[in-house]
């Protein structure tokens, strides 16, 4: 019987690790930490592209749905998505840090308000 929860186990794992998929919004204006930063121009993109392939769906990974204005505004106002973005032992997203300038793009809009 163990054995068989471990090979479910190794199933649902590498059910998630191959459910995720990859589309590209443009993300690369001419917006510096200086304009004005919304979620709709500016942070979404950077959260499909980067976040959503696995936090996002009917069991977004560690329960972190990221797909949203609202679920990026609590994650990143209540939560710690700004730390674990920034956290070079343990990023996220886990292939790397994001670019500098995404991530202070990120943290203005949380200063600003989060502007929608």
């Known amino acids: 019987?163990?054995?068989?929860?471990?090979a479910i186990a190794i199933l649902i794992i590498g059910l998630f690790c191959t459910s995720c998929t990859?589309?590209?919004?443009?993300?690369?204006?001419s917006t510096t930490t200086s304009d004005t930063i919304t979620y709709t121009e500016?942070?979404?993109p950077i959260m499909f592209n980067n976040c959503t392939?696995?936090?996002a769906g009917e069991?977004?990974?560690g329960g972190l749905d990221l797909s949203s204005y609202a679920t990026v505004r609590t994650?990143?106002?209540y939560g710690n998505l700004i730390d674990r973005i920034n956290n070079v032992?343990?990023?996220m997203p886990a292939s790397g840090l994001l670019p500098e300038n995404k991530r202070q793009m990120i943290g203005k809009w949380s200063e600003n308000g989060f502007l929608e």
Not at 1 to 6: A, C, I, R, V
């Open 89 to 91: 032992s343990n990023p």
């Open 53 to 55: 392939t696995c936090h």
């Open 59 to 61: 069991t977004p990974l």
């Open 42 to 44: 500016h942070i979404q």
């Open 1 to 6: 019987m163990t054995n068989l929860k471990k």
């Open 22 to 29: 990859k589309a590209i919004i443009d993300e690369n204006g």
């Open 75 to 77: 994650s990143t106002e």
